[in-house]
């Protein structure tokens, strides 16, 4: 079988996996994940529980709640094939990122410098459109997007 793993769509997934889909479906479509993490994201001792599958030959990350009854909510990605409306973003400079992004209706942006003596690391957030983007060295390294929220508690899963 054939998956476009290809096309970024804010809100609703990449190509033909889209968020809201079980892990049953995603194994269906993928195959069995190179590796799985899982990991409390919000760092409370009693938080939900977060799984991340990762795909090396795609270059990118799936991941699933538990607070989501264990549904894609997350991907993750680093492959320069990967397109934001038919552009490759990946490997680009952030001003050219910004730029190819302006006329998108993503909200506003927050800029955080997370550098230190060893790296160079921006991340640039979209929160309107659940879109992250992060730069090592001035240029593009991933994206990383999910479900869009109606509220802090309640995702808006595509149809």
């Given at each position: 079988m054939k998956?476009?793993?290809k096309n970024i769509?804010?809100?609703a997934g990449?190509?033909?996996i889209i968020f809201g889909s079980s892990k049953e479906k995603i194994?269906?479509?993928l195959g069995e994940p190179n590796e799985i993490d899982t990991y409390n994201a919000s760092g409370e001792e009693d938080g939900y529980l977060t799984e991340a599958w990762h795909y090396d030959e795609h270059e990118f990350s799936v991941s699933f709640d538990q607070e989501d009854n264990w549904k894609l909510t997350t991907i993750s990605i680093s492959s320069p094939d990967c397109l934001f409306n038919d552009t490759q973003?990946?490997?680009k400079e952030i001003n050219q990122v910004l730029?190819?992004?302006e006329n998108e209706d993503l909200g506003d942006n927050?800029?955080?410098d997370l550098s230190d003596e060893n790296i160079d690391q921006k991340l640039i957030s979209f929160l309107p459109a659940s879109l992250n983007l992060w730069f090592e060295n001035g240029k593009l390294s991933e994206i990383q997007w999910g479900v869009l929220w109606s509220d802090e508690d309640t995702p808006r899963w595509p149809e």
């Open positions: 998956v476009n793993v769509k804010i809100g990449l190509g033909d194994k269906y479509l973003l990946i490997g730029e190819l992004l927050e800029l955080d």
